[in-house]
Structures are given as C-alpha cells and as structure tokens.
C-alpha cells in the first residue's frame, strides 16, 4: 500500500518568509508526528497528532512554529519568519493507536533557508 | 530528562561478519524499542522493534533487550556491504507517542 507522503521535497525560501510543510499518512493511521533532523544530527521531535488534536506540542521550537491537521489526515506544519537555523530535513511519521505504536517514515521535505 | 544514547561509530566490519549496534536509554520507565536504518540522504526506515526482554529475531536481524540494564542491542548476522547505514535506536515512554531517538551509529561493512 501507500506509504507517509510528503511534499515539497526540497523548498529553498529567503529568510523571514513563511512556509507550509505537507504531510500524507498511510490511510488508517490514527497518530502522525513531525521530527526535524539537521545536518549530522539526530531526530528532533516536534509534534504529535491523536486524530486531529494535537497532546503533545512540547518539541515545537518556538511560536513561529505551529502544525494542524484535518479530517484525522493530511497534516501541515507552518514556520513563520523563518530563519537559517530553520533548515534542516523535516521528516513525517505515522502509526496506528495499538501495539507497540511502530512509526512508518515518508522521505521528508529539505528546508533551505537562505 | 529522558535520553537514548548510541556510539556514533564509525563501526567497520568485514563482509560476512556479525556487527553488534548498541544503545542505553535513562529511564525505567520506557516501554517499546525501536531499530531504525537510515541510508545518506534517506529517512529512517523501520527495521524492527522489541518490548520484552530477551531476543528477537527477524532474518538476519536479532534484537536483544535487557531492561535491568536499560540496555538495547540489534546484532546483524552476515554482514552485507548494502547493510552500510546509519542505525538509530529509538525509544518510547509511557502513553506519550512520540519516540525519542539516539544520534545513530554509523556501520560500514568492507567487502
């Protein structure tokens, strides 16, 4: 079946505009997250979707950041002004709500803040 | 403070050897474990995960798990030069969903 989508794949923007990150989960998956990963670094969390309600907002970095999801499905996470420590990979995941909660990865979108 | 830690390698092993991946983690309280493989420029993808202790086997693939420990390994038996990747551990707590993820090890296998 269909795997986490995202899109775009790859967004350069100018420093202190606005961008909206996509994500597509695979159908079915109740949880969706958002991690950042920047250049030789681990995974950052950011957010975590229950349907469309959001429990857990304790990665976003600060208020320029912020993340909704509709319908229990597709999900867009906002930076506002961003900045150049913004770029990095910013990666989606979805789950079910059972079992061991196993996250299924799409192939991220490449922020480039310039 | 809820941290994963993994030696960041590299880790070199010869083709055909058995390369061993470690990771602790700072709570007990931690319930699922996770193996992640990620190639350069590549997402993680899931390779597989424990949440009792002892052994878990999957193809070439073992992951062991000692909770006393607050110890997780994966072992990968017949290493393949394709087996050359960045390996992320990652763990999960409590009813929060997120994962928390170690910085990887990096294992290149030499034909």
């Known amino acids: 079946g269909a795997g986490v989508s995202q899109s775009p794949s790859n967004k350069v923007t100018e420093k202190g505009k606005d961008v909206e990150l996509r994500c597509d989960p695979i159908?079915?998956?109740?949880?969706l997250y958002w991690y950042r990963q920047s250049l030789g670094q681990g995974l950052e969390f950011l957010i975590y979707?229950?349907?469309?309600?959001?429990?857990?907002k304790s990665g976003l970095p600060s208020d320029r950041f912020s993340a909704e999801r509709t319908g229990g499905s597709v999900s867009t996470l906002t930076i506002q002004r961003t900045q150049q420590e913004d770029s990095a990979v910013y990666l989606c995941?979805?789950?079910?709500?059972?079992?061991?909660?196993?996250?299924?990865f799409g192939p991220g979108t490449r922020l480039t803040v310039t | 403070q809820k941290e994963v830690e993994q030696n960041s390698g590299p880790l070199s092993v010869p083709e055909g050897a058995i390369a061993s991946l470690n990771c602790t983690y700072s709570?007990?309280?931690?319930?699922?474990f996770f193996w992640y493989r990620q190639y350069s420029g590549k997402s993680p993808e899931l390779i597989m995960f424990?949440?009792?202790?002892g052994d878990k086997e999957d193809g070439r693939f073992t992951a062991q798990l000692n909770k006393a420990s607050q110890y997780v390994s994966l072992l990968i038996r017949d290493s393949q030069p394709s087996d050359s990747a960045t390996y992320l551990c990652?763990?999960?707590?409590?009813?929060?969903?997120?994962?928390?993820f170690g910085k990887g090890t990096k294992l290149s296998v030499k034909p």
């Open positions: 424990i949440y009792s202790n």
């Open positions: 990652a763990v999960k707590w409590g009813s929060q969903g997120n994962l928390i």
């Open positions: 979707f229950q349907g469309n309600s959001a429990p857990d």
């Open positions: 995941a979805s789950s079910l709500l059972s079992g061991p909660y196993e996250q299924y």
């Open positions: 709570d007990r309280g931690s319930q699922s």
């Open positions: 159908s079915g998956h109740t949880a």
